[in-house]
Structures are given as C-alpha cells and as structure tokens.
C-alpha cells in the first residue's frame, strides 16, 4: 500500500511557475514509478509525465517539454513537479500515481492538488 500526498497548487499568473509536490509513504513506496496526471475542467484524465526509482524519465507531451520537469527525491519518497511558463491551458486539478515497475496501471493516486492560471 503507498499513500500519496500532494501539495503546492494554487492559482498563478500565465507565464508564472508553480512546483507541485508529492510525498509517498509506504513500506514499498521507493519501489514504484510516480507519475502525473493532470484533468481539466470537461476534458479526461491526461499523462504528464513520470519517473522510475532510478530516475527514468518518459517523454513529456510536446506541449510541456521545455516547461514542465520531473525530478525525485528517493531518501524523501517525495517526487516533484516544477512547472514554468504556465498557460491558461494548463488549468486542472494535478494528481500523483504510483505504478509498481513491472506492472500495467497506476494503482495508487493522490487526492490531487488544483492549478489555476489565469490570463
């Protein structure tokens, strides 16, 4: 069982920066890759980005490379989220997941943490 906490949304200016954290607990929880997700307002649920134990990291959406970086703080559990150059469009609710390396699904999720930018 990982428990996953996040922290640091709030509301920004377009072209501000936001980080996002997120604390995991758990025996096993340094074990599993964290990711973020991210759903706007009527829109689904989209993959951002993750990171594994080791510090791999997927492809960002073209839309957030060179804005958004992942980083990982394994003696903390804690995985971060640094967001710069914010656009509206960027608006949602922010949640962190968990994913056993090996395994299909995230089977883990926060609570989420809010992000509004506005223009």
């Known amino acids: 069982q990982v428990q996953l906490t996040e922290s640091g949304g709030g509301l920004v200016h377009s072209g501000g920066s936001l980080s996002l954290s997120c604390a995991a607990s758990?025996?096993?929880?340094?074990?599993?890759?964290l990711g973020w997700f991210r759903q706007a307002p009527g829109k689904e649920r989209e993959f951002v980005v993750a990171?594994?134990?080791?510090?791999?990291?997927?492809n960002l959406p073209d839309s957030l490379k060179g804005r958004f970086t992942i980083s990982r703080d394994n003696a903390k559990n804690t995985v971060y989220l640094q967001m710069n150059s914010l656009e509206p469009e960027d608006t949602a609710v922010y949640y962190c997941?968990?994913?056993?390396?090996?395994?299909?699904?995230?089977?883990?999720w926060g609570q989420g943490t809010q992000v509004t930018v506005s223009s």
């Open positions: 990171i594994t134990p080791s510090g791999g990291i997927t």
């Open positions: 997941a968990a994913k056993p390396r090996f395994g299909p699904t995230y089977e883990f």
């Open positions: 758990g025996r096993t929880a340094g074990l599993y890759i």
